[in-house]
């Protein structure tokens, strides 16, 4: 097989590095915007709307922004999250600014420390995909907050198209590899 030119080689290391950037760790700002964290003003409005488009990996992090006078954010057990039992969060975050680093797979419940907020749906579940799945094409579709939230929501349909980046990086530097 024939070398690649400098500038074929130019190209696909600028490939891999454009492949590079799109995996790395990423700041999910709830909601999707600074005044979110509040109760939602309609059923199709919810934090978990929001979630279920989003792909949370390990070592992305959650950013809330939200009026430190008069909220906060806790880090409950699934029970707690249910029953919007502020009494024994896991953490509890003031501030108005508060930013927390997914560190490892799984769901994760957070309520309003709000006064009766949590039981007006301010809550949030993000569920955190494992580290293969940064590098797996055609892996199976994230699990939804409805699992472990119950009947009441509407499983979302998943981004299947989401973050193929990883693997395309691999298809890359296999070329790469063949190549030189
Ligand atoms: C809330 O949680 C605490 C600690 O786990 C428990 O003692 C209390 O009974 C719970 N309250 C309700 C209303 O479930």
């Known amino acids: 097989m024939a070398g690649f030119s400098r500038t074929e080689a130019c190209s696909v290391l600028l490939f891999i590095c454009l492949f590079l950037s799109f ?10 915007k600074s005044d979110a964290w509040r109760i939602p003003s309609s059923e199709s409005d919810t ?10 990996l390990i070592g992305d992090s959650l950013v809330w922004e ?7 954010v806790l880090q ?16 509890t975050y003031t501030g108005g600014s508060t930013k927390l680093k997914l ?3 799984g769901p994760y419940y957070f309520i309003s420390g709000a006064e009766g907020h949590c039981k007006k749906g301010q809550k949030l579940i993000v569920v955190v995909m494992s580290e293969k799945h940064r590098h797996v094409l055609g ?3 994230a699990p939804s907050p409805a699992e ?9 349909p998943t981004s299947a198209a989401g973050r ?17």
């Open 76 to 91: 409950v057990t699934k029970r707690d999250y249910v029953t919007c039992n502020t009494s024994s969060p896991i953490e």
């Open 139 to 141: 892996v199976s579709p």
């Open 23 to 32: 995996s790395e760790a990423r700041d999910h700002l709830v909601g999707g």
């Open 148 to 156: 472990v939230e119950g009947p009441a929501v509407a499983p979302a």
């Open 103 to 105: 560190e490892h797979s």
């Open 47 to 56: 934090l978990n709307h929001w979630a279920q488009k989003s792909r949370f």
């Open 164 to 180: 193929l980046s990883g693997g395309l990086f691999m298809v890359v530097l296999g070329m790469v590899l063949v190549v030189m």
């Open 66 to 72: 939200y009026d430190a006078s008069k909220d906060s």
